[in-house]
């Protein structure tokens, strides 16, 4: 059974700039978290989504979008990109819904997508 | 306000010798305990969870974990440490019953194991 798959693993933007990650949650898995992970400030949670509906979202500001699709699969935008946003993205997926909030919490993640931003 | 605590950022220990990575937490009602661990360059993978029952919960990799209401901890430990453990290890904390905000997942900042052969 394939696992979360995360595309790109590695990208490097400039400031302004856009950037798209992708996530496919493990099949079968309908829930899919995104976290971004920086060394000072841990595992953040940015949002969460069950059957193309976001559930849950974190404390970030309205550049980070996200959107599922009808197959799980997941994407993540962040626009008009921050040096600050430089971070591994993580994602997750889990069988029941809402692994972040509702769920059992034993989430699934993927290696994660690593963005520079210069 | 729910939070988990990792109060040691990185932990020394050598091959052979038991290990214990600490985790202290505080939920407004009853706890739902999770260990992950996070490979270099990998994502984290599911070590264990305790719910209620048994204090001591076992995991994957001859992990296991020690609960102690009163001491409001979970500890995470293994008898006999491998320079393969050596990773990035996450507690993580839910409110078993809460609603709303109080049911989402809070992590702690990770612990860094290093075992030395």
């Known amino acids: 059974k394939a696992g979360v798959t995360q595309t790109p693993r590695y990208l490097i933007k400039t400031r302004g700039q856009q950037v798209t990650l992708s996530c496919s949650p493990i099949?079968?898995?309908?829930?899919v978290s995104w976290y971004q992970q920086t060394p000072g400030q841990g595992l953040q949670f940015l949002f969460e989504y069950f059957s193309e509906t976001q559930r849950n979202k974190g404390n970030f500001p309205g550049r980070f979008s996200g959107r599922q699709f009808s197959n799980s699969r997941s994407e993540m935008n962040v626009s008009t990109l921050e040096l600050g946003d430089s971070a591994l993205y993580l994602c997750?997926?889990?069988f029941g819904e809402g692994g972040q909030v509702l769920g059992n919490g034993e989430l699934f993640f993927g290696e994660g997508s690593r963005l520079t931003v210069l | 306000a729910q939070s988990v605590a990792q109060p040691e950022d990185q932990v020394n220990v050598a091959e052979g010798n038991p290990l214990t990575v600490k985790c202290t937490y505080s939920?407004?009602?009853?706890?739902?305990l999770f260990w992950y661990v996070q490979y270099p360059n990998r994502g984290l993978q599911f070590l264990l969870k305790?719910?209620?029952?048994?204090?001591l919960v076992k995991g994957s990799y001859g992990f296991e974990a020690e609960f102690n209401k009163s001491q409001t901890s979970f500890h995470l430990k293994k008898p006999s440490a491998l320079v393969s453990d050596s990773a990035l290890y996450f507690c993580a904390v839910r409110d078993l019953f809460g609603a709303g905000n109080n049911r989402k997942l809070i992590w702690g900042l990770g612990t860094s194991l290093a075992v030395n052969p």
């Open positions: 939920v407004s009602g009853n706890p739902y």
């Open positions: 099949s079968g898995h309908r829930s």
């Open positions: 305790y719910i209620t029952g048994d204090n």
């Open positions: 997750a997926s889990s």
